[in-house]
């Protein structure tokens, strides 16, 4: 039967409490990286999650004609704009005209195509929600 020679300086019960004692601190080890770290505030407090689906929570404020004056593009698109005139005027990115008016929250456009309507509310200085006649919502932006 084979025996290791005791390392030099130990009795071979010192070795194998040595070795016992390296093999409980590496299981320790070990068991300690699995281990999940102790939940502080900072790390429990969830973060905010957004609906990138959820419609906008449209402003207080209420959309004037004042705020409607100007060149507004839909969903950070600025390339095909429609501009409101002061003077109750409209103009397409296409070059059709026509005229429009607020009466509340519904702003009304009318040109050579017919009357077309819809539903707003301000979301900020430079947003303007559209509700939809089908029941959807777009967002169009300051341009």
């Known amino acids: 039967?084979?025996?290791?020679?005791?390392i030099r300086g130990?009795?071979?019960i010192g070795e194998a409490i040595m070795i016992r004692t390296l093999s409980i601190a590496l299981i320790f080890a070990l068991a300690a990286c699995g281990q999940a770290?102790?939940?502080?505030?900072?790390?429990?407090?969830?973060a905010p999650t957004l609906d990138p689906h959820a419609p906008p929570v449209p402003?207080?404020?209420?959309?004037?004609?004042a705020f409607l004056v100007g060149s507004w593009g839909d969903n950070g698109d600025c390339t095909s704009t429609i501009t409101y005139n002061a003077d109750g005027s409209f103009r397409m990115?296409?070059?059709?005209?026509g005229t429009w008016t607020l009466a509340g929250d519904r702003v009304t456009m009318s040109g050579?195509?017919?009357d077309f309507g819809v539903n707003?509310?301000?979301?900020?200085?430079?947003?303007?929600?559209?509700?939809?006649?089908d029941g959807s919502f777009g967002i169009s932006q300051r341009c």
């Open 93 to 97: 990115a296409d070059g059709s005209t």
């Open 59 to 65: 402003s207080d404020d209420p959309v004037t004609a």
């Open 120 to 133: 707003v509310a301000k979301g900020n200085e430079n947003q303007l929600l559209a509700g939809q006649p």
């Open 1 to 6: 039967m084979w025996t290791a020679a005791p």
């Open 112 to 114: 050579v195509r017919g």
């Open 37 to 46: 770290a102790t939940p502080t505030a900072e790390t429990t407090a969830e």
């Open 10 to 12: 130990y009795s071979a």
